[in-house]
């Protein structure tokens, strides 16, 4: 999986001065690059056993849909507020400077069902344990959490408890 590193643009400085953003949107155009990080996630979580799949806004939506296609079960967003029709169940969470919100149907998940979450990057690890509260309140149980990319120095493992991680390319 080293080698899908070089399709991912670096770019320095943004989006403020200190920061590295690695762009996944040239790795997704690679439609060799693309399918291998699909087989990569899927076959990363195969022996977990995964009830349903979880993507969260937004680069989530890129690779969570195609994973569940992939293990053959449903897809279930998360996304910002107000932008789910129907009665949701939310999370706040604290970011570097101030929160955020993220929202879930309260019918998305089942209780008892096992979830497997499913993001682009996993930094400080603030949103995906926001999620994973998102799934346990609603009587869900998080089977394991999959990123394309992790990046080590941030220890975002650190906020999600032990639960199984599977990240193809670190950083």
Do not use: C
Not at 108 to 132: E, F, K, N, Y
């Amino acid at each position: 999986m080293l080698h899908l590193k070089n399709l991912i643009r670096e770019i320095p400085d943004w989006p403020k001065p200190g920061i590295l953003f690695y762009d996944i949107t040239t790795l997704m155009k690679d439609g060799t690059g693309f399918s291998e990080v699909i087989h990569g996630l899927t076959s990363a979580v195969r022996a977990e056993e995964v009830d349903v799949v979880i993507g969260i806004e937004a680069r989530g939506f890129f690779f969570a849909p195609t994973v569940a296609h992939s293990l053959g079960k449903g897809f279930v967003p998360v996304r910002k507020p107000k932008k789910l029709p129907a009665a949701v169940e939310a999370v706040e969470y604290a970011l570097e400077y101030g929160t955020d919100k993220l929202e879930i149907h309260q019918d998305a998940i089942q209780p008892g069902q096992r979830v497997l979450i499913v993001d682009d990057v996993l930094a400080t690890g603030g949103t995906a344990a926001a999620v994973a509260s998102l799934v346990e309140q609603l009587g869900g149980t998080v089977a394991a959490l999959s990123f394309v990319i992790e990046l080590d120095f941030l220890d975002g493992r650190r906020k999600l408890g032990g639960r199984p991680i599977h990240s193809l390319l670190h950083y």
